[in-house]
Nanobody, 111 residues
Framework: QVQLVESGGGLVQAGGSLRLSCTAS????????VGWSRQAPGKQRELVAT???????IYADSVKGRFTISRDNAKNTVYLQMNSLKLEDTAVYYC?????WGQGTQVTVSS
């Protein structure tokens, strides 16, 4: 069993930056693909970014060039650096290491 705990969410102005962290209680190095999803009010949960054990990264088109995902297997932690934040980035962000999910952290971008 792996528990995922997100941190780093909050309120930021448009154009600003936030860094999300997801720390696992168990070892995530054995899980190939870990990443982040988000869910805005009234919308379906969507994939934001994924990183494999080999370091391959995949991003949603909406965040390419602005978000960067990374992982530190020694620390059982996955990061999401979010730059140039837009109003439409407002959502609850969930850490994902299937079949496990975190409880989410709120990111609110204001004008």
């Amino acid at each position: 069993q792996v528990q995922l705990v997100e941190s780093g969410g909050g309120l930021v102005q448009a154009g600003g930056s936030l860094r999300l962290s997801c720390t696992a209680s168990g070892v995530i190095s054995s899980i190939n693909a870990v990443g982040w999803s988000r869910q805005a009010p009234g919308k379906q949960r969507e994939l934001v970014a994924t990183i494999t054990r080999a370091g391959t990264t995949i991003y949603a088109d909406s965040v390419k060039g602005r978000f960067t995902i990374s992982r530190d297997n020694a620390k059982n932690t996955v990061y999401l650096q979010m730059n140039s934040l837009k109003l439409e980035d407002t959502a609850v962000y969930y850490c994902r290491a299937l079949p496990f999910w975190g409880q989410g952290t709120q990111v609110t971008v204001s004008s």
